[in-house]
């Protein structure tokens, strides 16, 4: 069953109430940054259709939304998600060796997650960190200047993590 | 300036304004510097378009039927404020025109624009146009050759050549790899028909249409309307029937015979049979729209089960004969039958779907040929309380306004109507009007679709219409919101009436309705204050025993509110079959003939015993319920019908078939072997709608042609022949072959209203009656005064159904019959479709309740027993009923729903009452029967 927590509703009504009556689906980008994090890291069908329902708007609304931003995840994710910017400035400093690297890595293509549901690797637009390039969101946070010996260390000491 | 691709109308045809002819107060805009008229609020295409025609400008986003919407900048022209001003590159699809600009369609700048766009376009799209479905009739394509694309000089980015067909539908197919993200799909799925499925998913490159969250279209919530087929400029939607193909020898416009709003239907034949079928954007019905019914179910008419020869039931088995043998047996036995026991031991039951052609000769053969008023037709178990209804309050049986005037009401009201599956294109205009936020008011027991969208939906138990009415009376009078100088100018019997619309007690017909009664209220204040408010109404009105006082009910009601007479009000009522409102025009009726005069006024007895040259009874015929009676008392033993199903159809079916067992001569002309055409000791097989002409009258009173796509199939004929063959066959003459030109000049002679129709003059649209000398039409009826005169208030109070006194103790739950999108009626023609892959059985309706009541869940067998009988139907758990309801269709002969109803009928009109059905339901142990595979 799909139902956010008491609390989790109150925040989305909270959310909801800062746009004028009728206009409720400008809370939409919120609510499906609150779904995504509450049930499993994507947005399945179900999901955005539950999403729907709470926002009173089509279910359709929600897909072109959550299809358009590179920030939904339209497919079950593993533990860690790579999500390796590959805009101009990244671009230009290297990012497709990275990428390609963390591919050889990990045995993925962009987009895959691999079979230990530990890693997937997602190509991302612009993540405001172009002093920084290469880099790459994990989580919460940024890993920047990335290199190809970093991504390695990365990969490895997040491996052993999940062993312990 | 370069080479011009348009060409300027001549002034007195287009229009044109120049310099000197130029009214004073005339707003004029520039085009390549020349004054043009330019119209209130119009876009630069638009003036453009009206001046110089429909090429004057290439497009590619923007289509007929939808809004504007400026994605694809194909239509930009330059515009400067000033003569020698800046200038500006707009859309000219959604940028209105400034007066006084000045505009430029083919600037050098702008010519490279679009080329430079199409060029875009096509770095992702395959240049394989000689294998394309729509090769010669792609949009793409021409604009392409329009701009003057010889290469493109991009490199070929990411592509979509890799997406895959989806042929997963019974009818819609989309190949994605052609899509050119212009949009008009997704804006057809919303604007046209308002169901959501497309849209635009990602983004970039990797934008694309999709259908639901990415799936395809059969598991989509698609109701295959073919909108964004039809709007799709290139093959990326299609149908199965490749219908955008150019392989075509012709294309033949007709109406269709799905239901009654009449859409056009443009048929494409390819050696003499039919490819496939589109919607004209033109036609005043449907503009471009049409259902899965009217563009797709058309494979029906050459399916194999068509009945292809007559046939006579010799010792219980049916052999095949001639059509010499037949008429000669029928015409042997008719005479037989009339000189034994006389011309009122025959009965006729004429067609609602054939034409006014068909069914004035049909008639006439019963009343002029046979000698007896026993004349009915399948209205008399749909809209007969309304034509009854409507005659008493306001003079006319038929809808007062037009379709059309969807767009200039305030507020709808739409009573015991699911538009969305019964009548999709009037439906889908609903729809949209709910969405836009206007006063919408559904009274319905079913959370239909458009209900979900309704401002007030009143959810009242079947049966209880004139609660909720004298309700909505109540309120409007105690509020003080009744028009009081419509009520004393134009009506009659005000003060009586509301003094008894006074004396109700709410509080009871609250709890009778089961509707809040201040729901109630605030939907009766909505309705009053609406400046115009506009009432339709389905079978939930009429198939009562309290179905004609109903519809004086909502006469009254928009009488008290004034709501009649004008544009964008009025009672509607929404008519079931193609030529519903036709057959009673043309006298199909046991007690009116052709033009409604009634059979026992002297003065009109005469007239018709003279216009036909026959003797006639002056007295009433049977109605189909009474016909049955007549039979099973040994009255009535010959019985004609043409196309009507009532075996399966019909209420109480044991009764019907009992009846039809038990006369003499039985005919039935059909096209498939019904359940009624198995009971025929003589069969003719029918020709369909696509293969005759004549005219069809559509729920607005609106007369329009049907013409022949592709000839009779062998073996057929048409009704209209087959009567007229008939009556020559029993010595009374007439002309050898139908033609529905003669007839309707017969016609024009005897119905009033039809009396300037000429088939000649009427057009793609037809005429909506009356249409006077001059052939001018009537678009709303009771401007000045009402047909009767005054509009007479006419109250009743609400009775309990006889059927729920007697059975709701023992059989607690009530049934309503209801009809499903993909399939018409006994489903005889759209259950030999791809219809059937998609809706595959009938199905009762449960509210969750109930179904944990019985331990049922969804797909089990659930057995439904009334008084009369039992059956098994597969359940759908929804909370689209109520407890205690149940609802279910009678599509498929395998369930026979109709074993169960009632011959409960209305009290005036005697249409029987299958909206409230007695029943107790358990789960059951019988299997589940499959439908017969039929396609």
């Known amino acids: 069953m799909i139902k956010f927590s008491e609390e989790k509703l109150n925040k989305v009504k909270e959310v909801m109430a800062r746009y004028p009556e009728g206009k409720q689906k400008s809370a939409l980008i919120p609510v499906l940054h609150m779904a995504q994090d509450e049930f499993g890291g994507w947005l399945d069908t179900p999901v955005m259709d539950y999403v729907a329902e709470l926002l009173n708007i089509l279910p359709i609304e929600v897909y072109e939304v959550a299809t358009f931003y590179t920030m939904f995840n339209m497919k079950p994710v593993g533990k860690h998600l790579l999500e390796v910017c590959r805009t101009g400035p990244c671009m230009v400093n290297g990012c497709d060796d990275i990428i390609d690297h963390i591919k050889q890595k990990l045995g993925i293509s962009e987009g895959e997650t691999t079979p230990d549901g530990l890693f997937t690797l997602k190509p991302a637009e612009c993540l405001g960190a172009c002093g920084y390039a290469p880099m790459m969101q994990l989580g919460k946070t940024y890993r920047e200047h990335l290199t190809k010996e970093k991504v390695d260390k990365l990969i490895d000491e997040l491996r052993a993590q999940a062993k312990n | 300036m370069s080479k011009q691709y348009y060409v300027e109308s001549k002034p007195a045809a287009g229009g044109v304004i120049s310099g000197n002819g130029m009214k004073a107060d005339a707003k004029v805009a520039y085009v390549d510097d020349k004054p043009y008229e330019v119209k209130e609020g119009e876009t630069i295409l638009s003036l453009i378009r009206r001046h110089f025609g429909k090429g004057a400008v290439p497009t590619l986003c923007d289509a007929p039927n939808l809004e504007p919407f400026g994605s694809c900048r194909v239509c930009s022209v330059d515009v400067a404020l000033s003569k020698g001003g800046p200038v500006k590159t707009m859309a000219s699809c959604h940028t209105p025109v400034i007066p006084g600009s000045f505009i430029y369609p083919e600037s050098d700048r702008v010519q490279k624009l679009r080329k430079n766009i199409i060029e875009l376009v096509l770095t992702d799209h395959p240049l394989d146009c000689l294998t394309c479905e729509v090769n010669n009739n792609c949009e793409l394509q021409e604009v392409a050759a329009r701009v003057g694309i010889r290469d493109v000089r991009y490199p070929e980015g990411k592509t979509h050549l890799d997406k895959k067909k989806d042929l997963s539908h019974a009818y819609m197919t989309s190949d994605f790899s052609k899509c050119i993200n212009c949009f008009r799909c997704v804006r057809a799925c919303d604007e046209v028909q308002g169901q959501f499925v497309l849209s635009m998913g990602g983004r970039g490159f990797d934008s694309h249409i999709i259908k639901g969250m990415e799936v395809n279209f059969k598991d989509s919530d698609c109701v295959s309307c073919g909108a964004c087929a039809q709007a799709c400029p290139t093959s990326a939607i299609s149908d199965i029937f490749e219908s955008k193909s150019i392989q075509v020898d012709e294309k033949v416009r007709t109406v269709c015979t799905y239901c009654g709003v009449g859409c056009n239907l443009e048929v494409a034949v390819k050696g003499g049979k039919i490819k496939s079928i589109q919607a004209p954007y033109e036609a005043e019905t449907n503009q471009g729209h049409t259902c899965l019914k009217g563009r797709f179910a058309f494979a029906f008419y050459n399916h194999k089960d068509r009945l292809r020869t007559p046939l006579i039931k010799k010792n219980g088995e049916f052999v095949e004969a001639t059509w010499e043998e037949a008429y000669d047996h029928i015409a042997t036995k008719l005479t037989e039958i009339k000189n034994k026991y006389g011309g009122d031991a025959i009965a006729g039951i004429s067609s609602s779907r054939g034409t ?71 439906g889908a205009k609903l729809k949209q009007f709910a969405i836009s936020g206007k006063t919408s008011i559904v009274i319905d027991p079913r959370r239909t679709e458009l209900a979900k969208y309704a401002t007030y939906h009143l959810q009242l138990r079947p049966g209880t219409n004139m609660a909720i009415m004298n309700m909505m009376l109540y309120y409007i009078i105690s509020e003080g919101l009744e028009d009081k100088n419509f009520i004393e100018k134009r009506t009659e019997g005000y003060e009586e009436f509301k003094q008894e619309i006074l004396g109700q007690n709410i509080d009871e017909l609250e709890a009778i309705c089961g509707v809040d009664k201040n729901l109630v209220r605030e939907a009766a204040i909505a309705y009053a204050k609406a400046p115009n408010a506009m009432e339709f109404h389905g079978l939930g009105v009429t198939e009562h025993s309290q179905g004609t006082h109903t519809i004086m009910m909502i006469s009254s009601l928009a009488m008290i509110t004034g709501n009649v007479g004008r544009p964008g009000v009025g009672v509607n009522p929404l008519r079931g079959q193609n030529n519903v ?271 944990a009541k019985h331990q049922i869940v969804d797909g089990d067998m659930v057995c439904v027993e009334s008084p009369r009988g039992k059956v098994d139907v597969k359940a759908k758990i929804t909370d689209e009923v109520k407890p205690g309801i149940l609802s279910s269709t009678f599509h498929f002969p395998e369930v026979m729903m109709n074993n169960i109803t009632s011959s409960v009928s209305d009290s005036e009109a005697m249409c029987p009452e299958y909206k409230v059905v007695a029943c107790n339901i358990r789960k059951s142990k019988g299997e589940y029967k499959k439908p017969k595979a039929t396609v």
């Open chain 2, 581 to 851: 409102q036709g057959s009673a025009d043309m006298g199909c009726q046991p007690y009116q003939g052709a033009g409604y005069f009634e059979v026992s006024d002297p003065v009109y007895h005469k007239k018709y015993e003279e216009f036909y040259n026959a003797k006639l009874p002056n007295y009433n015929g049977l109605k189909i319920p009474q016909m049955y009676e007549a039979a099973l008392n040994d009255k009535l033993k010959a019985m004609w019908v043409i196309g009507e199903d009532m075996a399966q159809t019909d209420p109480n079916t044991h009764h019907v078939v009992n009846a039809l067992s038990k006369l003499e001569l039985f005919v039935v002309q059909e096209l498939f072997m019904t359940e009624t055409a198995k009971l025929a000791t003589v069969i003719l097989p029918a020709s369909s709608f696509l293969e005759k002409s004549g005219t069809f009258t559509n729920g607005e009173r609106r007369i329009q042609r049907v013409n022949a796509v592709v000839a009779p199939i062998e073996g057929t004929k048409s009704d209209g022949q087959v009567m007229v063959d008939i009556m020559n066959r029993m010595g009374y003459k007439q002309p050898e072959l139908y033609d529905p030109e003669w007839v309707l000049e017969e016609i024009s002679q005897i119905v009033p209203f039809f009396e300037g129709v000429k088939w000649d003059e009427l057009g793609g649209d037809g005429k909506q009656w009356p249409v006077n000398k001059e052939g001018k039409g009537t678009d709303i009826l009771h401007t000045e005064t009402f047909k009767r005169g005054k509009g007479k208030f006419i109250h009743n109070n609400y009775k309990k159904s006889k059927e729920l006194v007697e059975n709701e103790k023992q059989y607690p739950y009530i049934i309503t019959t209801n009809r499903e999108l993909e399939h018409y009626n006994c489903g005889a023609m759209t259950r030999r479709t791809n219809n059937v892959l998609i809706v595959t059985d009938d199905v009762l309706m449960i509210n969750p309740v109930d179904a």
């Open chain 2, 356 to 426: 006014n052609e068909e069914n004035y000769l049909m008639q006439k053969f019963i009343r002029a040929v046979m000698g007896t008023n026993n004349i009915d037709c399948c209205a008399r178990v749909c809209h007969s309380p309304t034509a009854i209804g409507m005659q008493r309050s306001f003079g006319t049986g038929a809808a007062t306004n037009s379709i059309k005037d969807i767009k200039l009401t305030d507020c709808i009201l739409v009573i015991g109507a699911n538009p969305t599956d019964g009548h999709p294109v009037t």
